[in-house]
T-cell receptor, first 113, second 112 residues
């Protein structure tokens, strides 16, 4: 079946602009995660959604970052007033609720000029 | 000090060699252990999953977890050039949403 999909695959933006990144999880997966992968920092957890529960936002690096998940499926990660240090690959993963194994999408490569 | 430590390599081996990749961790609450393979400019691909201590084998891959030493390993037998990638260890606690804590990844190159 279809895996996790993300769009766009690449995004170049200017410092100070807002960006939206989209994730479409595997059908039937109730848990959805966002991670960030940057040189020197590796893969870092950002935010987690499980069903209708309040999201775990403990990994978001600043209040410029937010995410929502509509209808328990598609998720959007928004970064406001982008900074150069936001340049990274943003990865989305999904899993069956309660399962530890997560399946990743191809990522969105964000470059802030 | 990071919760999960992983030698970044790069590690270069000849085709057919046995490869050993390792991670150490400090958080004794970790219960689930995974290995992901990531090719350049691609998302991580789940290779192996182990719960608590023990061994698990899948084809040419064997994962080992030693919770008493807080040490996990991935062995690749008969390595192939197609195994050239970055290998990431990841782990999570029971409950808490299973958010993963990753090692920094080991870059592996298998040469002909």
């Amino acid at each position: 079946g279809a895996g996790v999909s993300q769009s766009p695959s690449n995004k170049v933006t200017e410092k100070g602009k807002d960006v939206e990144l989209r994730c479409d999880p595997i059908s039937g997966h109730t848990a959805l995660y966002w991670y960030r992968q940057s040189l020197g920092q590796g893969l870092e957890f950002l935010i987690y959604f499980q069903g209708n529960s309040a999201p775990d936002k403990s990994g978001l690096p600043s209040d410029r970052f937010s995410a929502e998940r509509t209808g328990g499926s598609v998720s959007t990660l928004t970064i406001q007033r982008t900074q150069q240090e936001d340049s990274a690959v943003y990865l989305c993963a999904s899993s069956l609720g309660g399962q530890a194994t997560q399946y990743f999408g191809p990522g969105t490569r964000l470059t802030v000029l | 000090q990071k919760e999960v430590e992983q030698d970044p390599g790069p590690l270069s081996v000849p085709e057919g060699a046995i490869v050993s990749l390792n991670c150490t961790y400090s958080n004794s609450a970790f219960q689930y252990f995974m290995w992901y393979r990531q090719y350049s400019r691609k998302g991580p691909e789940l290779l192996m999953y182990t719960y608590s201590s023990g061994n698990k084998e899948d084809g040419r891959f064997t994962a080992q977890v030693d919770k008493s030493s807080k040490y996990i390993s991935l062995f690749i037998r008969d390595s192939q050039p197609s195994d050239s990638a970055t290998y990431l260890c990841a782990m999570s606690q029971a409950g808490g949403g299973n958010k993963l804590t990753f090692g920094t990844g080991t870059q592996l190159k298998v040469e002909l």
